[in-house]
């Protein structure tokens, strides 16, 4: 089955730092969402990457999906303490409707 | 507009009993998927529910089961509950069973079993 991998699974950065999370597939993605999960919350929906070497941008998070459609990256511009949370990829492949989702990076951000 | 609504919130049972836990969809959306969620790990899918029936399962055992009603709500069973059952099951629902759809949880259920 479809298997996606997430690095790294925890960091704790200072307030005002950059951070980065990435998601790797074995396979061509048909596409690639983002969620945020808040300690005790449920995901929530960032965004969707589904075009070769996308690019978007929600204010300090930034997403791209790679060229080859296998990986995707969320980087946060001078984190703050309200990025604190589990960050997930999710994907779709072929015809599945199932999302399947990547082992999540924890961000602990402290002042 | 009424998100995921997912009942209980937390549950605790024993070995080998029986659990049933509740979803309400996302106005406007008639599709529903229940993940489950260890402690640390992203979410695993369970099974997906459209027009009643069971649509894509993960790799889970038979004693997990569910139903979808006309109403598009949806219960997740699990039979002969073991400890490692303990975890947080998420109800999603979205719009169309295609792969653009993004997912909207519920808040829920904390099942512990002991």
């Known amino acids: 089955g479809q298997q996606v991998m997430q690095i790294p699974q925890y960091q704790h950065v200072q307030e005002g730092e950059d951070f980065t999370t990435y998601c790797n597939s074995s396979?061509?993605?048909?596409?690639i969402q983002w969620y945020k999960q808040r300690p005790g919350g449920h995901p929530v929906f960032l965004i969707q990457l589904v075009k070769s070497g996308e690019v978007k941008k929600q204010k300090r998070l930034t997403f791209q999906f790679g060229e080859a459609k296998k990986n995707s990256s969320l980087h946060i511009t001078a984190t703050q303490t309200t990025d604190v949370g589990t960050y997930v990829c999710?994907?779709?492949?072929?015809?599945?409707?199932?999302?399947?989702f990547g082992t999540g990076t924890r961000l602990q951000v402290t002042l | 507009d009424a998100g995921v609504t997912q009942s209980p919130t937390h549950l605790i049972k024993t070995r080998g009993q029986q659990v049933t836990l509740r979803c309400s969809p996302k106005?406007?959306?008639?599709?529903v998927s229940w993940y489950q969620q260890a402690l640390g790990q992203g979410p695993q899918f369970i099974f997906q529910?459209?027009?009643?029936?069971?649509?894509q399962r993960g790799n889970f055992p038979d004693r997990f089961s569910g139903h979808q009603y006309p109403n598009y709500s949806s219960e997740l069973n699990v039979n002969a509950l073991l400890l490692g059952d303990s975890a947080l099951y998420l109800c999603a629902s979205s719009a169309t069973t295609g792969g653009d759809s993004p997912l909207h949880f519920g808040n829920g259920t904390r099942l512990t079993v002991t």
């Open positions: 396979t061509t993605l048909s596409n």
């Open positions: 529910y459209y027009e009643e029936e069971e649509r």
């Open positions: 106005s406007g959306h008639d599709t």
């Open positions: 999710g994907v779709y492949t072929g015809t599945a409707s199932k999302l399947t």
